[in-house]
Structures are given as C-alpha cells and as structure tokens.
C-alpha cells in the first residue's frame, strides 16, 4: 500500500514537473508580432476601399511553416458603428494570404477575397513590407458612414485556416499568437 | 419523486452516456481533421473543449461512484467489500491491455510518420524541383535574350511607334505580354497575346533593386494561376534622362506547365507534412490519449456497473440473511437468474422459508411451554404447600410462595445454592435442611418425613415428601405445614367440645340449679340450726356452683357459637368509643386512646367485634392483676399488605409480659396463664378475628407490658367513605 502510494505521489510530482518545464518551453517561444500602423477608408462613394498599413513579424514557427508552403491568413476585421453592443452600422471581413511557392521562390501575398488582387516578392521581408501598404475594397455602406461614426479595425492570424495538425499549437504555443490591438478612427468629414 | 427518478437517470446515466458518445465523436472528428479531411478549424476549440468536457464528466460520474463505494464501504453496507474487490479485478484486468495498447499505437504513431520522410524522396523531390528550375532557368535566358533583342530595337523608336513593334513582336517571340514603362512607371505601349492578362503588373520595389544591381530582371513568377517568366530590361536612349523599361511575360509551355506544377505541389506537400510532422504527433497522441482515457474510463464506469450489477444479488442475499439471523424472514430477496447466483438465491429462499417454519413452530413450542410454565408456576404459588425444586447437584431451582411462607425466608435469595449454603445462612432452618439434604444425598426415589422445625413465626410441625424425578432431572420436596391443620383440628375438636358443653351440660343445669333453690326453702326453716346451716350452705355451693358452671357453659357457647356472624360495615372508632366509654369511669384503670386519623371502615359484626373487645381488655387486665394499677391502651392504625388495606387495633397493658413460651396454641381453650378464668377469652377473640377474614397476634412491649393485635381487613377507605356507616349502640 505504501509503495503504490509512493508511485501515486512520484507520478503527480514528475507530471507536475512536466506540465512545469512545458509551460516554459511555451514561455521561451517568442510570438510573432502584428500591429496596425495606419488605417483609413479612401475610395470613391461607390468603391470604398480600406487602405490598410500592418507592420508584421512572424514568429520563427510561424516563417518556418511559410518557407514549408503552409499559407498564413490574415483575418482582416473592420467595423464601423458608435455602439459596440449594437449592431454595427457598416462591417466586413476580409482575408489576406500569405505564401511561398518553391518553384519560383517567390513570396506571394493574395486578398483571397479579390482574386486577382495577388502580389509576389522574392523575399519574406518584401512580403511583410507588402502588408504595409494593403488596399482591401470594402462594401458601399462605409461610404455613406454618419459623420463622427468610429471605426475599428482589427487583424489576427487565422487559425481556423491552418492546416489540422497546426491547430493544437496554435491554441496553445505563443509563438502562433498573432493578432493586433484594435485600430480605432474616425473618418475625416468629406 | 419523478423528477428525483429522472435527475438520477440524467445524472448516472444519460450524462455519462453522452459523455462518451462526445469524446468518441470529438476524437473521431479530430483525427479527420489532422488527417486533412476536417474543415472544423471555426469549431476546433469548442471540441477539443467538449472532448476536455466529457473527460472531466466521465471523471466526475466515477468520482461519484467511488465516493458511493467509499461510503458503502464506511457503512458496511452488504456487498460493498466484494464489490470493490470486483472492481479492482475488473480495472486491473482491462486498464493495463488498454495501456499497452496505447503505448504500441503512440510507437506505431511515430514510427509511421517517421517512415513517411524517406531521404530518398525528398532527394529526389528537391532533384525534381531543381530540375523544374533549371528549366525554367534556360526558359528565363530565352526568354531574356528575345527581351533583350527587342528592347534593341526599341531604344531608337519613337514612343508612338512602339506599341506597333510589340504588337508584331509578341507573336515572334512567343510572349504572353510585352509592355513598355516610361520614366515615371507609366505604361507607354502593351501587347497582349492572352486577354487574362491585359494589364501588365507594375514592378515592384524587388524588381527594380535588381534592375538597379543587374541591369535587368528575369523571374518566374506566379501570376494569375499561372507560373509566368517575368523579364524585364532596360531600353537603352539616346535622351537624356529616358529610362523607359520592357517588361515581358513568358508562358512556359503547357506540358512543363502541369509538370512544373505537379513537381512543385509534391515538393510542397512533403515539406508541409515534413513540417507538421511534430504537429502531427502531437495531435494524434493527443487523439489516442483521448482514446486511451474514453477506453479506460468507459472501462472503469463499466466496471462499476458489472460489479453492481453481480453484487446487487449477493448484497441483497447478504441483508437477507443478517435479516433472518435478527429474526426477519420478509425480506425481500432478488430474483433467481438462471445461473448458480441463481441457484444460491432459490436455495437461500428455500432455507430461509424452512427456518421460518422452524422457527414459528420453535416459537409456538416456547409459548406452549412458558404457558405451561406460568400455569405451573401459578399452580404452585396457588398450593398451600412449600414446593421446592433441586437440580441433581442438589442446588435449588425453584421455591413457590408457600414454602418461603412456611420457612419464613426469601427463595430468591437461595435460588442456586445448595442445602448446606442455605443452612450456613439459616441455621435455624438446620432440622429441615439436615434431613432434606440427607434424603437428597440418599437417592431414594420417595420418601416422606415429619418434622419439627424452628422458623421465625414460631415452631412449626411440617410433613415433608420428597420424590426423584424422572431422567436424574433432580428432585422435587412438597411439605405440609401440619400446624395449621393441627390447629385446625384442634379448634374443630374444642368446638365440638364447647358445643357438647354447652348442649349437654347447659340443660340439667338450671333443673339442677331449682332443684337446690327448693331444697333449701323446703327444709331450711324445718331443720335445726345446725342443720339448717348445712343446708343453707350446700344448697349456696351448689347454686353457685351452677353459676360458675353457666358461665363456662355460656363461654364455650360464645366460642362454639353456631350462627355465622353477621358482616355489616361498621365504623371502627365509634364502636371503640362505645366500648371503652363503659370503662371509661373506673377509676381503678388508667385508660388511655390513640385512634388513627379518620374512619375506618369494616365489615364486621358488631356484637361479635365488641365482645372481642371485651376479651381483649378484660385479658389486659386479668394479666396485670392488682399488683399495680392497670394501664391500658388502645390504638389503631392503617397499614397495607398484599394489595389489601387493613386496620391494626392493639390492646397494650402493663403487665408482666407474655409467659415463656407464648405461641400460637395459647390462642387455644383452655390455655391460659393466670388462676382464674375459662382460658376461653383469647380463643374466642381469634375466633373472631378469623371469623372476619382477619388475624390476632400477640408480642411485648419494648417498654413492658404486652400488646395484642387484632387485624381487619377495611371495606372503605379512611376518609373517603361516603355512605354513613353503622355506628352500633
């Protein structure tokens, strides 16, 4: 009786070690990095477009999984409304891919909703650079936004669109957190 | 009732149940997904969250079950040590197959996945992408040449010239599009040979830095869905300042299209997997940890319902029969199953309802007996004989009342002690201790004695008879406390006495009595003086011979008295007043009266209770005598015994006392003390207390002097009698 309970306790010691050293090995990973430089909706009346600027840096895993032709999706949220428990006045998603084609070593960064919105780099670094300058088109009701309505804009890593075998560490490992703080303006009169 | 009934199902069953059912599902659907056929990336968290769910309410149902089974086990409740004993076997015998199990599929896990990177493959995929590139390559120096060429041709031509020379030269070289950029990035002049790719891309910040390190630019790029040779070169002008630029796309051909692409989704396929390869462990053993946790607690909650469910019937047998050890044979029993529990279950029934034949039938024997045993018992308390019971150690089992009555001890008190103990206690009891234990001691199969024995009221004659029972039980002594029937006798023989005296002698007397009286008035004045005193003298004798004789006749009368008296309530104390009044005015007595409080009432007859009063007084003072001044005093007193009420009237003197020896025969005829008298008085007095159901005794006074008790029995109460009693006067 008394060795099974001694086996017991080392079993909850050497797993609590384990859930220890695992944690930290979570720690140490150092997550990528996404912020919202600039923002502002341009465009005429009938083609409101999103001029997006994100300033990104992908976590080691993350770039890694790029260079072994795993697409990375942006998932690109704008919403337009003075009350957030409300329903907005004006909302859209939109999903930028990031991808490596081995052929061609070439960087491709497409808005998956525009298909022929698609940009190719030789490098991951003109890749990234490429996020600052995004032009997402947007539905015709921000142009017609109220004045003074805010807008809130807001990025992340889309794990839903990675492949299966990545959504566990994705929902667990730091390094496959990737989302920017909300992005809030308020459109310029005219 | 019905809502706790369906709250237990939910919570022991039907939870349980689903559990189960989404932990199989949540794993399944995992394992799809990791595989790549899933598409619940949106609900992947809400599984793993319901499979983490499940688990921790399959943990909960068996923490709930153990803490039951913790319970049973404190409370000892039947089956509970066999069931977990059952469970333990049943978890021992099937976590640690599910175990090894688990351990071979993680080691199969990894060792599969291993074997999908073979080195060869991926050599030979990186050769074939290497190819594809060389190709493409020796495609983009063509493809470079022809730019070069026509970008020749275009440094002399004038801008509104040049969209003609592209337009022939795009067929020539075989380009998808040629397109010729100004200074400022404009587009001057574009071809296109394909309408999917009207709008030539504008270069970007990569393209010109190579521009700017090599003079010119040739890639192949995915464009569209097409991988595209991209070339672009500088046209050369003689204006100063002019930097206009061809840019032209190339098709691969259609052939090395599809097998560029085939080569290049292979590779990337393997370098994904290559790269998911930790992932990919890590989701399946995630998966088959999850397995392994569904198998083994779905083990051990089955555990739990097979050792329940093989137990329940031996539990239920267990309480059966800690009921029919406490004497309960309605308890119900679980239903025979057609195995051996089965077979056990009829066979335990079966018994249990022999027992309760056995034990009906045991117990209307012991009523029977103890029915017997209390009639015996009230038999022999009923017997005016001392029964006394020996086992065959001569040890006494069994005394009724009346022996304790004749013997004057307490048979409880001896129960279990042997004859010489009961002597060494009761020493005066030796004259019937000592030949009982000799006739015990004897082993004769009857016998009988007479024997005088000592005992604290008095000396008694008993007739003692004592016989073996059967089957060396022991032995059973009856005796006969002859005193009484002596006694008995004895007043019989004095009243027949005292009738035939009074009979007999009665009737001459008064003849005899007139015959005297006539010979002295005849011849008392005829004689001579001398004579005549004669006379005179004998005829005086003989008259009051007579008297004398009257008054004994007349005393043996009273005590032979044939009539029955006649009982009417009488108030005690008033007739005692009327009584003692008489004697009241003597001044040769001191009488003095100590009456209990109240009035007692009983059932006497007035003459006959007066009369004994009388006696009592009238035998106070011939005791006393004229040696002192006579002292009397009458009391009465309530005292209660055997559930009766009686009244104590004590006449008390102070005389010398009862003479040596005094017992019951001085309540005789004839028995008495003193010079004078019938002897009759005490005997008429017990006569008459007998005659009302009470008693006389006799004792001296701490003080001097003695004191007789007359006992009656009260018909009412003191104090509470409403009816007015007789007072006779």
Known sequence: ?190 | MATRAWLKFTLRRALPALAVLALLLASLKLAEDAAGGGGVGLYYRWILGAAAAALALLALAIAQRLWRLRVDLQRGAPGARLGRRLLVMLVLLAVPPVVVVYGFALRFLDATIDNWFNVKLEQALDNALEIGRIVIDERLRVAERSSVDISARLDTMPANELQAILDDEIDEIGATQLAVFGNDGRVIATASSDPRYLDPPLPDATMQMRMQGNGRYAAAEPIGDLLMLRVAVPIASDVPGSRRLLQGLFPLPTRLQALTRGIENASFDFQRLKFLRGSLKLTFALILTFALLLSALLVTLAAFGVARRLVAPVGRLIAATRAVGAGRYDTPLPIASNDELGFLVDSFAQMTREIEFASARAQKSAQETERQRAWLVALLERLSAGVLGFDQSGRLRIANRAAEGILGVSAAHYLGRSLAEIEREEPHLAAFTEPLARHLRGGLREWREELVVDTSDGRRVLMLRGTALPDDAGYVAVFDDLTVLNRAQRDAAWGEVARRLAHEVRNPLTPIQLAAERLRRRFLGRLSAEEGELIDRATHTIVSQVEALKTMVNAFGDYARPQPAALRPIALHALLDDVLDLYENDQRIGLSRDLADGEPLVRADAVRLRQALHNLIKNALEAIGDARKPQILVSTRIVRDDEQEWVELAVADNGPGLPTGFGERWFEPYTTSKNKGTGLGLAVVKKIAEEHGGSIRAENRAQGGAVFTLRLPIDIAPGVAKQPALVPH
């Open chain 1, 1 to 190: 009786m008394r060795s099974s309970k001694s086996l017991v306790s080392a079993a909850c010691v050497a797993a609590g070690l384990l859930l220890l050293g695992g944690c930290g090995a979570l720690a140490e990973q150092h997550p990528g990095k996404l912020t919202i430089r600039v923002a502002r909706v341009t465009g005429t009346p009938d083609a409101p477009m999103l001029e997006l600027g994100l300033d990104c840096r992908l976590s080691g895993p993350m770039q890694d999984a790029l260079d072994h032709g795993i697409p990375l999706t942006l998932q690109i949220h704008i919403e337009a409304g003075r009350w957030r428990l409300l329903p907005a006045d004006a909302r859209s998603d939109q999903r930028i891919e990031l991808r490596y084609f081995p052929l061609s070593r070439r960087y491709q960064l497409r808005d998956l909703d525009a298909a022929a919105d698609v940009r190719s780099f030789a490098t991951p670094g003109y890749l990234l650079a490429g996020l600052n300058s995004l032009r997402l088109p947007l539905p015709a009701t921000f142009a017609n936004l109220q004045r003074g309505t805010p807008v809130h804009v807001d990025a992340g890593l889309e794990t839903a669109a990675l492949p299966g075998a990545l959504r566990l560490p994705a929902l667990f490992e730091p390094a496959w957190q990737l989302s920017a703080v909300e992005y809030t303006w308020q459109p310029a009169p005219g």
